[in-house]
């Protein structure tokens, strides 16, 4: 389901409901009525924080576009680039903004008659600080964690990005003690996921190089990607060579040089796709290993030939690679590994 607010477009996944129907019936005492009340602030509390995000984001000239999931909401950006300084605002307004529903809701409640709608009210009031607050907490992918990121990576660039993820670990992982002394499990485990999460990011950006988030550098890359894709090799070759040239490291540079090995491998180029992939072998994804693989049993060079080919065993086991693999160890001279190959390749 989908609608547009402000020109904002919105989506909510089905599940939203499901989860905040299970919420306020949790927080309701099993008191359907309630229930259905509590999920309406969850879903106003939500939309609220978001909006905040999303605003701010139109106010920066940024496309945005707001998504309600089963476990929270999304906004997502496009746009030109935007300073530090923009990007903290952005991500502080939606705390800030759950944190005036709270206002709110605390002005109104002693006006409040008894009944339902003053529970509403006061649950509205908690609901929103306690989110608030805990949203801030310095930990990925929370707003708090994320401001911590932009604050970071501004004074030390992709550096400080990684520390960001160090710091997230650090203090998830005191806060999830936190919780579970206080026996508040299910906290706890949620900032057991946003440890993994931290630690996730990080191993996607460990080889990120300040390099790598130049502007002019990316659409490059996205102009050879399309040249790749319409098989003009010429242009694309010219285009991730030039790209390496200006690297010599990182994530772009990785992908460069895979994207030319790959040209060569399909040009039935061993030797060159060979010498392309050995200094990356250890960034290389399950086809990039079976490229190295192939181009290694080719151009005999037999220490990597079974280095590879070990590897891909062991991610998927085949006859195939068990015969390449005793080839491999033989011309190596190493005979029990040889013999060991032999019988799994006759097994």
């Not at 707001?66 to 496009?78: A, D, K, N, V, W």
């Not at 903290?88 to 008894?114: D, H, R």
């Not at 609901?127 to 805990?134: H, M, P, R, T």
């Not at 630690?199 to 990316?218: A, G, M, N, P, R």
Request: hydrophobic residues 50%.
């Amino acid at each position: 389901m989908s609608s547009k607010s402000f020109s904002i477009p919105i989506q909510v996944n089905p599940m939203f409901w499901a989860v905040a129907f299970f919420l306020g019936y949790m927080w309701s005492g099993g008191n359907l009525t309630l229930s259905f009340y509590l999920m309406g602030v969850v879903t106003l509390s939500v939309f609220v924080h978001e909006m905040g995000h999303a605003i701010t984001g139109l106010v920066f000239r940024q496309k945005v576009k707001i998504s309600l999931l089963p476990f929270g909401g999304l906004t997502e950006r496009r746009g030109k680039p935007l300073k530090g300084w923009q990007e903290f605002l952005i991500i502080l307004m939606g705390p800030a903004f759950g944190f005036m529903l709270y206002l709110i809701a605390k002005s109104v409640y002693p006006q409040t008659p008894e009944g339902v709608l003053r529970q509403v009210v006061a649950f509205t009031a908690v609901a929103n600080l306690f989110w608030s607050i805990v949203n801030l907490l310095p930990v990925l992918p929370l707003d708090g964690g994320q401001l911590v990121r932009v604050v970071l990576q501004g004074i030390w660039g992709t550096k400080g990005l990684k520390a960001s993820c160090f710091f997230s670990i650090f203090f998830g992982i005191l806060f999830g003690f936190y919780f579970i002394l206080r026996q508040e499990f299910l906290l706890a485990s949620i900032f057991a996921i946003f440890v993994y999460e931290s630690w996730q990011i990080y191993q996607s950006v460990k080889f990120l190089t300040d390099e790598d988030t130049d502007v002019e550098l990316q659409r490059l890359m996205t102009k050879g990607e399309k040249a790749f894709d319409k098989r003009d090799f010429e242009k694309a070759k010219e285009i991730f060579s030039q790209v390496r040239d200006r690297l010599k490291k990182g994530v772009l540079y990785n992908q460069a040089t895979y994207f030319l090995a790959e040209m060569a491998f399909q040009e039935n180029l061993p030797e060159e796709t060979f010498s392309l992939l050995k200094p990356i072998f250890r960034e290389l994804n399950f086809e990039g290993i079976y490229r190295f693989h192939r181009a290694a049993m080719e151009t005999k060079a037999w220490k990597e030939a079974l280095q590879s080919g070990t590897k891909l065993w062991e991610i998927t086991p085949s006859r195939q690679l068990a015969k390449d693999n005793q080839v491999a160890a033989e011309a190596l001279g190493d005979e029990t590994a040889a013999k060991g190959w032999e019988k799994a390749a006759n097994a």
